[in-house]
Nanobody, 117 residues
C-alpha cells in the first residue's frame, strides 16, 4: 500500500488561489497514475484531475482552465495548483494513487479546502 499525505488546504477567499501537495511513500516509478478527488457535503464526489507517470493530465470540466496538476517524480509528489477559486470548490480534497500491477487505488486522509468571504 502507498501512504499518501496531503498538505496545503485551508480557507481562501473567492477568486483566490491555493496549492495542494501530496507526498507518496512509494517511488514514482511504481505509480502509474496519481490524482485528486474531492467530496463536498451533499454532493457527488468528483475526480478533479489525474496525471500519469509520463505526465499526461486530465481534468474535470468544472476545473479546466483554473486548476493545474503536476507531478515531481524525483520527489514522489503530486501537486494541484488551484486558481480563481469559487465557493463551489469547497470540499475535502483527497490524493489518490494507483500502482502498476494493482487494481485498487490508495488514498490519503484528505485536506479541507474552504472558499468563502
Amino acid at each position: 500500500q502507498v501512504q499518501l499525505v496531503e498538505s496545503g488546504g485551508g480557507l481562501v477567499q473567492p477568486g483566490g488561489a491555493l496549492t495542494l501537495s501530496c507526498a507518496a511513500s512509494a517511488r514514482a516509478s511504481s505509480i502509474a497514475v496519481m490524482g485528486w478527488y474531492r467530496q463536498a457535503p451533499g454532493k457527488q464526489g468528483e475526480l478533479v484531475a489525474s496525471i500519469t507517470s509520463g505526465g499526461t493530465a486530465n481534468y474535470a470540466d468544472s476545473v479546466k482552465g483554473r486548476f493545474t496538476i503536476s507531478r515531481d517524480n524525483a520527489k514522489n509528489t503530486v501537486s494541484l495548483q488551484m486558481n480563481s477559486l469559487t465557493p463551489e470548490d469547497t470540499a475535502v480534497y483527497y490524493c489518490n494513487a494507483k500502482r502498476y500491477g494493482y487494481d485498487k487505488m490508495d488514498w490519503g486522509p484528505g485536506t479541507q479546502v474552504t472558499v468563502s468571504s
